[in-house]
T-cell receptor, first 116, second 117 residues
Framework: AQKITQTQPGMFVQEKEAVTLDCTYD???????LFWYKQPSSGEMIFLIY??????QNATEGRYSLNFQKARKSANLVISASQLGDSAMYFC?????????????FGAGTILRVKS | GAVVSQHPSRVICKSGTSVKIECRSL??????MFWYRQFPKQSLMLMAT?????????EQGVEKDKFLINHASLTLSTLTVTSAHPEDSSFYIC?????????????FGPGTRLTVL
């Protein structure tokens, strides 16, 4: 079974509007972390936001917020006030506990295109 | 965030030669680094986990004799692709794990694009 599922291969959003990128995960480990990374065409992976499984509040970092629905096992990324520079591939990733080697497991990614 | 460098950014080599890629954490110490491979328009595939001072842990299906990993210090890990062949052409990207001060995050290098002719 896929541990991280990103169901949207591609998304379009109008500049200045908000967009939600979906991510669902599957784990039986009570201790895990969820990450979002941005990968522009240059290839670098840019860390955006982190949510721990025990965190009570949704994580926020500037224009990025993570809509963490633990019971639904979803960790959607919300980008507010989209900018042209937000056009990139976005990956959701999960890190499980020590017994899993602290490895990150990535979803397939979502390509976001911001239209002017 | 923390900075991870990777060198070279791009390399073209002949089939049969070996290529070494360096991954450095510039402003923090990383006891654990990770090596990934990414094919065009695909996600990152973990190849191995590199632990400072010990042998790397390879993922299933990754040939450890072909992809040699050395993590000699807390800021440097190297990946050597031995006897490279065209099918090894790919984007290789490393990450370094920063732990401490309430954080436990992986930061990625800019990647190395390998082309084997």
């Amino acid at each position: 079974a896929q541990k991280i599922t990103q169901t949207q291969p591609g998304m379009f959003v109008q500049e200045k509007e908000a967009v939600t990128l979906d991510c669902t995960y599957d784990t039986s480990d009570p201790s895990y972390g969820l990450f979002w990374y941005k990968q522009p065409s240059s290839g670098e992976m840019i860390f955006l936001i982190y949510q721990g499984s025990y965190d009570q509040q949704n994580a926020t970092e500037g224009r990025y917020s993570l809509n963490f629905q633990k019971a639904r096992k979803s960790a959607n990324l919300v980008i507010s006030a989209s900018q042209l520079g937000d056009s990139a591939m976005y990956f959701c990733a999960m890190r499980e506990g020590k017994e899993y080697g602290n490895k990150l497991v990535f979803g397939a990614g979502t390509i976001l295109r911001v239209k002017s | 965030g923390a900075v991870v460098s990777q060198h070279p950014s791009r390399v073209i080599c002949k089939s049969g030669t070996s290529v070494k890629i360096e991954c450095r954490s510039l402003d923090f110490q990383a006891t654990t680094m990770f090596w990934y491979r990414q094919f065009p328009k695909q996600s990152l595939m973990l190849m191995a986990t590199s632990n400072e001072g010990s042998k790397a842990t390879y993922e299933q299906g990754v040939e450890k004799d072909k992809f040699l990993i050395n993590h000699a210090s807390l800021t440097l890990s190297t990946l050597t692709v031995t006897s490279a062949h065209p099918e090894d052409s790919s984007f290789y990207i490393c990450s370094a794990r920063e732990v401490g001060k309430g954080t436990d995050t992986q930061y990625f290098g800019p990647g190395t694009r390998l082309t084997v002719l």
